[in-house]
């Protein structure tokens, strides 16, 4: 069938080729028009009980997760030259486009009774304050606890403000611009006033490491095409398979992007690897076609017959090989994590791609070309790699017992390592500990606990139930004191924060009187809120009146407490979670109260979670699925069991060096699992096959048909692998961990299943060929 094929591809290849350029040039338009995703929420399936609370709460309460904070240290802050020119900082802030609202000290309000006992709402310091009067003012703005531990930490001296942006613009690329105009302005800030400027916010978190993919994508490309480029033309010793090779990737690079907008996807930090993916995978199949190319020539002399025999013989080691490479990405389709499906679908449809650009381009384009002289062929008769593979060989044959005993301790160190292995996620966690983004965040974790949204909801049963009873007061006020008491959760804005502070007005203004009021107050406050709280469809609300809508629903019926807590990670998450909550229920009987913990902090790690135990669930369905690929092409039950212990035995030894390295269980890191089981697998089926092949046509028995095969096979597996270690060895620039992680954890397992591949996995067809002699003699002796 394989000769057939090729028949037709070099008979219709002038028709084959313009098909194939026709199809790149519609690809490469819609390359053009893939956009880059802001979006870190859709790890979550939508059908995860958090994921659906936190839609309920965005329903009620709109996002917690578009606030950009900016903060500095200084205990100088007061000083009119500098507090002038913060004032000015927060008003050209507040003028950036898509800005909604700047909280900081310059915007800091204080309420006043007036003359017929209602509150005005007064700003504390005027756009241009008189120098003279900023102590006075500054005094009068720390008299109030409602800002303490909001805006400022008077045991550290820092100060931060909370920029808050439209959410629509953050879904777009126009983030990018306002996050940058902020800097912008912070730095000329700080520059001036020598101040080290803090910056951080889920916004600034996710925009910042979006534009990081987006530039290590270029980066990646540029040094994968440059590394494998170097190694084919040392292999090869001809510019023109290095062109033909290089055109082949570059194509199947164009066809992902292009995949990635035909189905409406957009380039995130797990499908902005999938283009230098292409390049790796797709450079293998160019070498085991050329390199069969090359041998056949060396022994027909004629170069249409070794195209025909190169496709015939290779044709169906390349199709499984990109099959099983296939499986082991697309498996994610079938997670229920949106970023997975997407990564596993563009991937799987794109290293099948692979398959067929090669296919057609190869044979059809060296049809063409001159055949190879000895120049280019010469590599089939290196040296040193022939003493490489008589060393493997005499490996095999003389110390098959040696061998076997080091596999066996390797794998038995390695399961100990393993059980050592911990799954555990942080919102930052792929970036280095020197990295801005994550010392600013530390920045703010130390003097302010934190700026990761952790959201409580206190659903009352009851329409108007917020502002019912006093004792449900009293209760919210307990809840928001034990949270705040926790080192890891920080004060944010609460409704009983915003009534105290209304009570402290009311009173007369001095810190004694910033509490709850009591049971006369309530019934005399509880109007004025009311009043208040239906002002939410007025066009002109005060700033109170925002305050306080934003933090009850329309029926005033859900409370919402919203605090801040560190990026403490998935493993002490829910620890928390399980002290805090037995807590809350104490005080807020569930027959008359429902509580609702949520937030952005929560779903974003739970969405890491789900990623881990879902690529491990994916890596069983991978195992399996190649498992039939092997056994439909093989249909040798001993033929398959040797292939699967071949490749079962790299992982395991990757898994345990994790494990004693204490690299941790992350999405990153599990993803080297299915990644590298789907391209080791390759070089596995790539031996087997000529094993077979070979053993058919020479009718050789099995030491010699082994023999054949190491030094058939060895000199394109061992570059190939050396190509795939290269090529995954770029993420090792990455400025993410979990990058890095992927790159050297996966050259590592393909450095390992090419070693076991040229040694285990013949010593083990040994094994095989004495077990059947063995088996025959006893049913010899039977018969006799």
């Given at each position: 069938?394989?000769?057939?094929?090729?028949?037709?591809?070099?008979?219709?290849?002038?028709?084959?080729?313009?098909?194939?350029?026709?199809?790149?040039?519609?690809?490469?338009?819609?390359?053009?028009?893939?956009?880059?995703?802001?979006?870190?929420?859709?790890?979550?399936?939508?059908?995860?009980?958090?994921?659906?609370?936190?839609?309920?709460?965005?329903?009620?309460?709109?996002?917690?997760?578009?606030?950009?904070?900016?903060?500095?240290?200084?205990?100088?802050?007061?000083?009119?030259?500098?507090?002038?020119?913060?004032?000015?900082?927060?008003?050209?802030?507040?003028?950036?486009?898509?800005?909604?609202?700047?909280?900081?000290?310059?915007?800091?309000?204080?309420?006043?009774?007036?003359?017929?006992?209602?509150?005005?709402?007064?700003?504390?310091?005027?756009?241009?304050?008189?120098?003279?009067?900023?102590?006075?003012?500054?005094?009068?703005?720390?008299?109030?606890?409602?800002?303490?531990?909001?805006?400022?930490?008077?045991?550290?001296?820092?100060?931060?403000?909370?920029?808050?942006?439209?959410?629509?613009?953050?879904?777009?690329?126009?983030?990018?611009?306002v996050i940058n105009e902020i800097i912008a302005l912070g730095d000329a800030f700080g520059k001036k006033h020598r101040l080290e400027v803090h910056y951080s916010g889920l916004p600034h978190i996710?925009?910042?490491?979006?534009?990081?993919?987006?530039?290590?994508?270029?980066?990646?490309?540029?040094?994968?095409?440059?590394?494998?480029?170097?190694?084919?033309?040392?292999?090869?010793?001809?510019?023109?398979?290095?062109?033909?090779?290089?055109?082949?990737?570059?194509?199947?690079?164009?066809?992902?992007?292009?995949?990635?907008?035909?189905?409406?996807?957009?380039?995130?930090?797990?499908?902005?690897?999938?283009?230098?993916?292409?390049?790796?995978?797709?450079?293998?199949?160019?070498?085991?076609?050329?390199?069969?190319?090359?041998?056949?020539?060396?022994?027909?002399n004629s170069k249409i017959p070794s195209l025909r025999n190169m496709v015939g013989k290779m044709g169906i080691v390349t199709l499984f090989t990109n099959l099983t490479a296939a499986i082991g990405?697309?498996?994610?389709?079938?997670?229920?994590?949106?970023?997975?499906?997407?990564?596993?679908?563009?991937?799987?449809?794109?290293?099948?791609?692979?398959?067929?650009?090669?296919?057609?381009?190869?044979?059809?384009?060296?049809?063409?070309?001159?055949?190879?002289?000895?120049?280019?062929?010469?590599?089939?008769?290196?040296?040193?790699?022939?003493?490489?593979?008589?060393?493997?060989?005499?490996?095999?044959?003389?110390?098959?017992?040696?061998?076997?005993?080091?596999?066996?301790?390797?794998?038995?160190?390695?399961?100990?390592?393993?059980?050592?292995?911990?799954?555990?996620?942080?919102?930052?966690?792929?970036?280095?500990?020197?990295?801005?983004?994550?010392?600013?965040?530390?920045?703010?974790?130390?003097?302010?606990?934190?700026?990761?949204?952790?959201?409580?909801?206190?659903?009352?049963?009851?329409?108007?139930?917020?502002?019912?009873?006093?004792?449900?007061?009293?209760?919210?006020?307990?809840?928001?004191?034990?949270?705040?008491?926790?080192?890891?959760?920080?004060?944010?804005?609460?409704?009983?924060?915003?009534?105290?502070?209304?009570?402290?007005?009311?009173?007369?203004?001095?810190?004694?009187?910033?509490?709850?009021?009591?049971?006369?107050?309530?019934?005399?406050?509880?109007?004025?809120?009311?009043?208040?709280?239906?002002?939410?469809?007025?066009?002109?609300?005060?700033?109170m009146s925002k305050l306080l809508n934003s933090f009850v629903d329309t029926n005033i019926q859900n409370v919402r407490i919203s605090v801040n807590v560190a990026d403490i990670g998935s493993v002490?998450?829910?620890?928390?979670?399980?002290?805090?909550?037995?807590?809350?229920?104490?005080?807020?009987?569930?027959?008359?109260?429902?509580?609702?913990?949520?937030?952005?902090?929560?779903?974003?790690?739970?969405?890491?979670?789900?990623?881990?135990?879902?690529?491990?669930?994916?890596?069983?369905?991978?195992?399996?699925?190649?498992?039939?690929?092997?056994?439909?092409?093989?249909?040798?039950?001993?033929?398959?069991?040797?292939?699967?212990?071949?490749?079962?035995?790299?992982?395991?030894?990757?898994?345990?060096?994790?494990?004693?390295?204490?690299?941790?269980?992350?999405?990153?890191?599990?993803?080297?699992?299915?990644?590298?089981?789907?391209?080791?697998?390759?070089?596995?089926?790539?031996?087997?096959?000529?094993?077979?092949?070979?053993?058919?046509?020479?009718?050789?028995?099995?030491?010699?048909?082994?023999?054949?095969?190491?030094?058939?096979?060895?000199?394109?597996?061992?570059?190939?692998?050396?190509?795939?270690?290269?090529?995954?060895?770029?993420?090792?620039?990455?400025?993410?961990?979990?990058?890095?992680?992927?790159?050297?954890?996966?050259?590592?397992?393909?450095?390992?299943?090419?070693?076991?591949?040229?040694?285990?996995?013949?010593?083990?067809?040994?094994?095989?060929?004495?077990?059947?002699?063995?088996?025959?003699?006893?049913?010899?002796?039977?018969?006799?």
């Amino acid at each position: 069938m394989w000769h057939r094929i090729a028949d037709f591809v070099l008979r219709f290849r002038i028709l084959l080729l313009v098909l194939l350029f026709a199809v790149t040039g519609v690809m490469g338009y819609y390359a053009s028009k893939v956009e880059l995703s802001y979006d870190f929420t859709n790890a979550i399936p939508t059908d995860n009980p958090k994921y659906q609370d936190y839609q309920r709460f965005r329903n009620m309460f709109g996002e917690d997760g578009n606030t950009m904070m900016v903060g500095v240290q200084t205990a100088d802050l007061f000083k009119p030259e500098i507090f002038m020119d913060y004032v000015a900082l927060s008003r050209d802030i507040g003028k950036v486009k898509s800005v909604e609202n700047v909280l900081g000290i310059p915007a800091a309000v204080t309420l006043v009774q007036d003359s017929v006992k209602k509150l005005n709402v007064l700003r504390i310091f005027p756009d241009n304050p008189d120098p003279a009067a900023i102590d006075s003012l500054e005094g009068l703005f720390k008299s109030l606890p409602f800002y303490k531990g909001l805006l400022y930490n008077d045991k550290t001296n820092a100060y931060v403000m909370a920029i808050r942006i439209n959410k629509q613009t953050l879904a777009s690329k126009d983030r990018t611009r306002v996050i940058n105009e902020i800097i912008a302005l912070g730095d000329a800030f700080g520059k001036k006033h020598r101040l080290e400027v803090h910056y951080s916010g889920l916004p600034h978190i996710r925009t910042q490491m979006a534009n990081k993919v987006q530039h290590e994508l270029r980066v990646f490309l540029m040094l994968s095409f440059a590394l494998t480029a170097v190694i084919l033309l040392i292999f090869f010793r001809s510019i023109l398979a290095v062109l033909t090779s290089m055109i082949v990737v570059a194509i199947g690079v164009i066809w992902s992007f292009g995949t990635l907008a035909l189905l409406g996807y957009k380039i995130t930090i797990l499908t902005g690897v999938i283009p230098p993916l292409v390049v790796v995978i797709g450079i293998p199949n160019c070498v085991y076609f050329l390199n069969k190319y090359h041998t056949e020539y060396a022994q027909l002399n004629s170069k249409i017959p070794s195209l025909r025999n190169m496709v015939g013989k290779m044709g169906i080691v390349t199709l499984f090989t990109n099959l099983t490479a296939a499986i082991g990405f697309g498996v994610f389709f079938f997670t229920k994590s949106v970023i997975l499906k997407e990564f596993g679908l563009v991937s799987g449809i794109n290293i099948l791609g692979l398959f067929f650009i090669s296919l057609v381009f190869i044979p059809a384009v060296y049809s063409f070309l001159p055949a190879p002289n000895t120049r280019h062929t010469s590599y089939l008769e290196s040296k040193w790699m022939n003493k490489l593979l008589d060393s493997l060989s005499t490996l095999v044959f003389h110390n098959r017992r040696l061998l076997y005993l080091f596999t066996i301790a390797i794998c038995g160190v390695s399961v100990i390592g393993m059980l050592r292995l911990k799954a555990v996620g942080h919102i930052v966690d792929d970036l280095p500990h020197s990295d801005k983004i994550y010392t600013d965040l530390k920045f703010f974790e130390k003097n302010f606990k934190g700026v990761m949204p952790l959201e409580i909801i206190v659903d009352t049963k009851k329409k108007f139930g917020a502002l019912g009873s006093l004792e449900t007061w009293e209760k919210l006020d307990s809840l928001t004191n034990m949270l705040e008491s926790r080192p890891e959760i920080g004060g944010g804005l609460t409704l009983i924060k915003g009534i105290k502070f209304a009570r402290q007005g009311f009173s007369g203004g001095a810190v004694e009187e910033y509490r709850l009021p009591d049971q006369f107050e309530f019934s005399a406050l509880k109007p004025y809120l009311v009043s208040m709280l239906r002002k939410r469809d007025n066009n002109n609300p005060n700033p109170m009146s925002k305050l306080l809508n934003s933090f009850v629903d329309t029926n005033i019926q859900n409370v919402r407490i919203s605090v801040n807590v560190a990026d403490i990670g998935s493993v002490e998450m829910p620890k928390l979670l399980d002290k805090i909550k037995p807590q809350a229920e104490q005080l807020f009987d569930t027959a008359q109260y429902k509580l609702t913990f949520t937030g952005t902090s929560i779903t974003f790690l739970e969405g890491s979670k789900f990623i881990i135990n879902s690529l491990r669930d994916s890596l069983i369905w991978a195992f399996a699925m190649i498992l039939v690929c092997m056994i439909v092409l093989f249909r040798n039950w001993r033929i398959v069991l040797i292939a699967v212990v071949t490749n079962i035995v790299p992982l395991l030894i990757t898994a345990g060096i994790m494990g004693w390295l204490n690299v941790p269980l992350k999405p990153s890191t599990v993803l080297v699992f299915s990644v590298a089981l789907g391209i080791t697998v390759d070089v596995t089926i790539r031996f087997l096959v000529n094993f077979k092949q070979e053993l058919a046509t020479h009718n050789e028995d099995i030491e010699q048909t082994v023999r054949r095969s190491i030094h058939d096979t060895g000199l394109s597996i061992i570059f190939t692998s050396l190509i795939l270690m290269a090529g995954f060895a770029v993420f090792a620039v990455s400025e993410f961990d979990g990058t890095k992680s992927l790159g050297y954890l996966t050259s590592l397992t393909l450095f390992l299943a090419m070693i076991f591949n040229l040694t285990l996995q013949p010593a083990l067809l040994l094994w095989m060929d004495k077990a059947k002699k063995k088996k025959g003699d006893i049913r010899g002796k039977k018969t006799l």
